[in-house]
């Protein structure tokens, strides 16, 4: 194989390898994530009397703020692995 054909080949994987990443950012960011409430939720310790006064959403992470009686709750979530995996959620 000659150094072009290698330098092609690692050209069109780094932009493949792009183009994923770019859709896990993405997906992360803009797709559906009522399980992730429902899970921040349950670690707040309230259900759906809790409202969402703030959501924060990024590749990494997910920060909810929840009203509840007595004040709010501040939650994050975050993968398991950065852009893929389960999420985990810890009250901040």
Same mark, same amino acid.
């Given at each position: 194989? #000659?150094?072009? *054909?290698a330098?092609?080949? +690692?050209?069109? *994987?780094l932009?493949?390898?792009?183009? =994923?990443?770019? /859709? %896990?950012? *993405?997906?992360? =960011?803009?797709? @559906?994530? &009522?399980? =992730?409430v429902? %899970?921040a939720?349950?670690t *707040?310790?309230?259900d759906e009397?809790? +409202?969402?006064a703030?959501? @924060? ?7 909810? &703020? !929840? #009203?509840?009686? /007595?004040?709010?709750?501040? =939650?994050?979530? #975050?993968? #398991?692995a950065? !852009?893929v +995996?389960?999420?985990?959620?810890a009250v901040?």
């Amino acid at each position: 194989m #000659s150094s072009s *054909a290698a330098r092609r080949y +690692g050209s069109t *994987a780094l932009t493949l390898l792009s183009f =994923v990443v770019t /859709g %896990l950012c *993405a997906y992360n =960011v803009f797709g @559906d994530n &009522e399980g =992730v409430v429902a %899970l921040a939720r349950t670690t *707040a310790g309230c259900d759906e009397r809790c +409202g969402l006064a703030r959501v @924060d959403r990024n590749p990494v992470q997910q920060r909810f &703020e !929840l #009203s509840k009686k /007595g004040g709010s709750v501040i =939650v994050t979530c #975050s993968r #398991s692995a950065w !852009l893929v +995996g389960t999420y985990a959620c810890a009250v901040k």
